[in-house]
């Protein structure tokens, strides 16, 4: 008996070590840890970007104010964005904010809290270039990768390619050398891309969808995604929210 109990004593946390942990950390272990751990990409303008060695953007300072409201500080983990979900299942961050439009292929896997931002997918091309969905029939599309980008492009017909780039800056240039006719990314990102490169002849073309975009977090991880979605509502009603909306963006861009 007692040499069963050793071994198993033994054995059991082995067993634990070899699978690492199977949850992602619960509330009262950050509570407790003080610091939450959020993960973005940093390619995304003005959502989430580099301002230098700086990560910024609407998003960074959004998931800074809601760490606030919990008393907590805030760890950035900088991933590519079509790696964070794998990342997010191995439990290498709390929750990730880095523009994720709802869609129920993600949900399967993750849960998503109350949507920050309500935008869509935009077609870009050079002015004398595919601008609307019916123009890109028999031209080539760049998107990134494991984007809903990616998948309304592989829903439009006549296509006659879908390249895709493991960032939007690199869709961009891809656009701007004419390796790509035209380019499908969120219409916010667009017009901050369109701003800051006012010489490159791209002008925004027609809407192809439009998409709510939360914060994701392990599935079932249910106090976080509360603390999460009460913090959120409370930046919404104190100003703060508007605030960076107006900052980024000049406009209010929350769901409505
Ligand atoms: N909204 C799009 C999606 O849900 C793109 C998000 C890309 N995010 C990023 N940080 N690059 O797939």
């Known amino acids: 008996m007692r040499f069963l109990a050793r071994l198993l004593s033994a054995v ?6 070899l699978v690492g942990p199977s949850e992602a950390r619960e509330w009262n ?3 407790q ?3 939450i751990i959020a993960a973005t990409e940093g390619g995304f303008q003005p959502f989430n970007y580099y ?3 700086k990560l910024t953007g609407f998003e960074v300072d959004l998931a800074e104010a809601i760490a606030k409201k919990l008393g907590l500080k805030l760890e950035w983990r900088v991933v590519p964005f079509d790696g964070q979900i794998a990342a997010l299942k191995q439990d290498r961050f709390d929750f990730a ?3 994720h439009g ?7 896997s993750v849960d998503f809290a109350n949507p920050h931002y309500c935008t869509g997918g935009q077609i870009a091309a050079h002015k ?3 601008l609307t969905v019916a123009a890109l029939d028999g031209k080539s599309v760049g998107v990134q990768l494991a984007t809903t980008y990616a998948d309304a492009a592989k829903k439009l017909k006549g296509l006659k390619a879908i390249k895709t780039y493991k960032g939007d800056p690199e869709a961009f240039a891809a656009l701007r050398a004419n390796k790509v006719d035209a380019w499908i990314s969120d219409k916010f990102t667009v017009k901050a891309t369109l701003d800051k490169n006012p010489d490159a002849g791209i002008s925004a073309g027609e809407m192809v969808f439009v998409e709510r975009v939360s914060m994701i977090l392990r599935k079932n991880n249910k106090e976080l995604a509360e603390k999460l979605n009460g913090a959120l509502a409370e930046v919404m009603k104190d100003g703060t929210y508007k605030a960076l909306s107006e900052k980024y963006f000049k406009e209010d861009i929350s769901c409505r």
């Open 12 to 17: 059991i946390p082995l067993s634990l070590m």
């Open 29 to 31: 272990a950050i509570k």
């Open 97 to 99: 904010i880095a523009s």
């Open 102 to 108: 709802y869609t129920a292929e993600r949900a399967k």
């Open 128 to 130: 004398d270039g595919p």
């Open 33 to 35: 840890s003080g610091t």
């Open 51 to 53: 301002d230098g060695p």
